[in-house]
């Protein structure tokens, strides 16, 4: 069994940009060469998440417009007021989605649905580039 751990970047516009990762994901595992077993896709950071949806425009904004009526970005959180970067909805925004996600793979393909994308969520309240790290369990 191999163990492997490579990264991917990815630039977003924060204010819950939602981008698709599925084919870069996939690319690491082409690279890699593994066949089968498990690739755990997990964001460094405390402001952004990783699901998967139907990455279609509808969804882009359904899910948003979720996330606004659970934590409100109008709303003070005490992590405003400790500090001073505005950002409180986005933490907790991003500990309820999670910032990781695992994913099966069989003959070096991801076992993902038809309609059913990786996505990374960036919640935070400005662009960032974010790190993600794509780690690969398999043989």
């Known amino acids: 069994m191999k163990v492997i751990t490579d990264k991917l970047t990815v630039s977003t516009k924060g204010f819950n940009d939602i981008i ?9 595992l082409k690279k890699h ?15 952004a998440g990783v699901t998967t949806i139907e990455y279609e425009p509808g969804l882009l904004k359904d899910l948003p417009e979720a996330f606004d009526r659970i934590a409100p970005m109008d709303k003070r959180y ?9 950002n409180g909805y986005a933490h907790v925004r991003a500990s ?10 069989s003959n070096g393909r991801l076992l993902v649905g038809t309609w059913q994308q990786i996505v990374l969520v960036d919640f935070d309240n400005r662009p960032r580039t974010r790190n993600i790290v794509v780690q690969i369990i398999g043989e």
């Open 20 to 28: 698709d990762i599925t084919e870069q994901v996939q690319s690491i």
């Open 33 to 47: 060469q593994v066949k089968e077993g498990n690739v755990t896709i997990f964001v460094s950071g405390s402001t």
């Open 78 to 86: 005490h992590h405003d007021s400790r500090w001073g970067d505005d």
């Open 96 to 105: 309820i989605l999670g910032a990781s996600l695992t994913v099966p793979f």
